[in-house]
């Protein structure tokens, strides 16, 4: 054996130098289509240019074949169903995300402990002292939520277009399977920071699973997510296990089925148009024709993938505020505002409406299960919108419900702060920043400030802003008063004192206290309100 | 090939096949990994399951009439027991802080004189019953007895109900935290 190789190394060397760059060329040609499942040197380059395939038969079908990564894709689509404006690309971005999400969560998890101990502090390591921590963890943040947008995105545009008939009714029910997936994977990952935010946004959900009727099975199942009857150690782990072992897991086996479904059985729906519209047989021949996977989608998919990726990395950089990170989660003490994420914020909103067991359990769960239903109910063979309008109708009835319930599920609606509270809270919030806290710790001139009796001349600008603000939101409430003191329950102040008094109580702190003071409109009562706020002058600010 | 042939023969005059032997035993293998897998599904659950011991929680906390509060005094909180105490003319009640709703801790509010959610807005009297918003009941109690010498002199029975104050310094309160009574639908 040894012979033959010195014979062959002998021989080559006997070759002439072109003969020589000849045998060179094939041998590295023969690696390159084992490693491409068949492709040689000039046919990817023929790939990236554009250029029929350079060999008989097509090598590029061949890949499909040979290669794993390439045997779930299909060879080719109809080109209409490639229109942007047909599908918009959003079931592409939707996995495009998945994938984002998991390489940041793997990056992530090098740094993450999934302990009530470690939790909180391994956020701030990743986001002060890893490289690129930040980034990472803001990437993995905001581009769940866009996850979250696509896949509704995808969701409806498969609806409008009535893209869920015949052959891909399977299609369209894993496809709520995948969202509902998204949208657990994205609630499992909330509450691993362990803050504020994180820890009730979460003790909110679970609690919903609490509801579930019959109350046994309601409360088995609240218990087994957290672990305990309070979220802790235990629940941590356990959220953590879904998030990063679980989910997944099923995300990429449903998602594998939903797109072998695609690629194996009925490809991207055609626009409605072109199957029932009067078109001429050009034009219908013309949309059907084939558009390759290799190479055209292929080259358009890396094309988005950088564009994608290029915005969001901008947009992290020089806009996002920073992945949200509220003070160390305390179970004693459940913060002002408190909500949910806000792709739960239309159940939020049904919660508002009644009973938490019909509107945070039975009216979800209809609600998807009617999701899951669409094809088997809508049998109208029908594709274009002015051959179904009563399902058209019932979508955007849908659409605009989800909206209004998120609007009714924000903070702001329906729950009543009273409000002197309510205005503390908003100049200078348990959680986040505030007009208080923006201001430069040199700016808080000590001194007592009097509403309505203030004198801004000299003072700094920050500062003006910021009393000139309290004045108005007191003053607000005497005007609430004058509106409503005929009514059954007045509301708002009957005369109102309030000050706000800051002093330097340490070198470098600064002591800012409200104090109001106001006749009870209903009892005519005397009541106080005071609140302190203590500024470090080291303090970070946003 | 002779019984591939067979089979389509008799294919259009429907003739029930029989089960045979191999297809017997192979339906009985799916039954007995599906008689596996189901229980498996169920212990996988009880493993997940948390674990307690009776009455665990806070166990019981024991007060004397001087740690009470006041008459118509701001609700006491105990965070180590979960509870908030508050007495009227009636006696004395020990309050879950965990809203009815959503499990959030609702707080007392001085100025407005009730107690509120801050999640989604609940209101509820000093005495734990429901006012407004959208949670389903009044709030939880925790039984409550007052103990002289190892005998009960009362204990809370009733929803929302208080047990009353006795003057004598010996008596002792007890709030167990492992009973917990449901407070009274809207």
Redesign the interface.
């Known amino acids: 054996m040894l012979d033959g190789m010195m014979e062959n190394v002998r021989g080559f060397f006997n070759k002439s130098r072109d003969e020589r760059r000849a045998m060179i060329r094939e041998a590295v040609d023969n690696r390159v289509r084992i490693i491409t499942a068949g492709l040689s040197m000039d046919e990817l380059r023929a790939l990236l240019r554009g250029d029929p395939p350079t060999e008989r038969p097509n090598p590029r079908y061949k890949v499909h074949v040979t290669s794993f990564i390439a045997h779930i894709r299909p060879k080719f689509y109809y080109k209409a169903s490639t229109r942007f404006t047909h599908t918009f690309r959003l079931g592409y971005m939707s996995t495009l995300f998945f994938l984002i999400e998991i390489i940041t969560g793997l990056v992530l998890m090098v740094y993450y402990v999934p302990s009530p101990e470690g939790a909180y502090g391994s956020i701030l390591e990743i986001e002060s002292n890893v490289m690129f921590g930040q980034l990472m963890r803001d990437m993995h943040r905001f581009g769940a939520e866009l996850m979250v947008v696509f896949v509704w995105a995808h969701l409806f545009r498969t609806y409008f277009t009535g893209s869920y008939k015949g052959q891909q009714t399977f299609t369209w029910l894993t496809g709520v399977f995948l969202l509902l997936i998204t949208v657990v994977l994205s609630f499992s990952g909330y509450l691993l920071p362990w803050d504020q935010l994180a820890y ?1 946004a979460v ?2 959900g ?3 699973a ?2 579930a009727p019959p109350p046994a099975i309601g409360e ?1 199942s609240n ?2 997510l ?4 309070d979220i802790g150690a ?1 629940g941590l782990l ?1 959220f953590y296990l879904l998030h990063v072992v679980l989910l997944p897991l099923a995300g990429i086996l449903v998602l594998s089925i939903h797109y072998y479904k695609v690629a194996r059985e009925h490809g991207i729906s055609l626009p409605a148009v072109i199957e029932e519209g009067d078109l001429p047989a050009e034009e219908v021949k013309e949309a059907k024709k084939r558009v390759d996977i290799i190479p055209d989608l292929l080259t358009h998919e890396i094309f988005l993938a950088c564009v994608v990726t290029g915005l969001l990395l901008l947009y992290l950089m020089f806009f996002y505020p920073g992945a949200p990170l509220e003070s160390h989660a305390n179970p ?7 909500k949910a994420p806000w792709y739960f914020w239309w159940i ?1 909103g049904l ?7 019909l ?2 359990v039975v009216v979800p769960t209809i609600f998807v299960i009617a999701m899951m239903a669409v094809p088997y109910i809508d049998k109208n063979p029908k594709r274009m919108a002015k051959n179904r309008p009563f399902a058209i109708a019932y979508g955007i009835f849908w659409l605009v419900a989800l909206l209004i319930w998120s609007y009714m599920g924000l903070p702001q609606f ?5 409000p ?2 309510r205005i503390v809270q908003d100049l200078a919030p348990e959680e986040g920043e505030g007009m208080l806290r923006e201001i430069p710790f040199d700016q808080l001139v000590p001194g007592t400030y009097v509403v309505n009796e203030l004198d801004l001349d000299n003072l700094p600008i920050e500062l003006s802003f910021f009393l000139q603000e309290f004045e108005t939101r007191v003053n607000e409430q005497v005007e609430i008063y004058e509106d409503t003191k005929n009514d059954e329950r007045p509301r708002g102040f009957i005369d109102p004192f309030a000050q706000v008094h800051i002093t330097q109580w340490q070198p470098s702190l600064k002591r800012v206290t409200f104090r109001l003071e106001w006749s ?1 409109p209903q009892t005519g009562a005397f ?3 005071e609140h302190d706020f203590y500024l470090h002058e080291d303090r970070p600010h946003d | 090939m002779a019984s591939r042939e067979n089979a389509d023969a008799a294919a259009p005059e429907e003739e029930k096949v029989e089960i045979n032997r191999r297809e017997a035993i192979n339906l009985a293998w799916l039954a007995s990994l599906g008689f596996f897998l189901l229980p498996f599904g169920g212990v996988t659950l009880l493993f997940a399951y948390p674990r307690f011991r009776e009455g665990e929680f806070g166990g019981e906390f024991r007060l004397r009439s001087a740690e009470l509060p006041d008459i118509g005094e701001s609700p006491v909180a105990n965070s180590e027991g979960k509870f908030w105490l508050t007495r009227t003319d009636e006696g004395i009640r020990a309050i879950y802080k965990v809203c009815t709703h959503l499990g959030c801790l609702y707080n007392w509010q001085e100025q407005e004189n009730k107690f509120i959610c801050p999640c989604h807005g609940s209101q509820f009297t000093y005495e734990s019953t429901f006012i407004q918003g959208p949670a389903p009941r009044s709030l939880d109690l925790f039984t409550m007895r007052a103990v002289k010498n190892g005998e009960v002199l009362a204990e809370t029975e009733e929803p929302n109900s208080p047990i009353p104050v006795f003057d004598d310094p010996e008596v002792e309160y007890i709030v167990a935290t492992g009973e917990k009574i449901v407070g009274n639908p809207v």
């Open positions: 009730w003790t909110i679970t609690s919903m609490d509801k088995a218990l087994l957290r672990g305990a009857p235990g356990r004693l003490q459940t913060p002002l505002d408190t939020q919660l508002k409406l009644g009973d938490p067991t509107m945070g329906g729950i009543e702060t009273p002197a509270t009870d009541k106080e309100f």
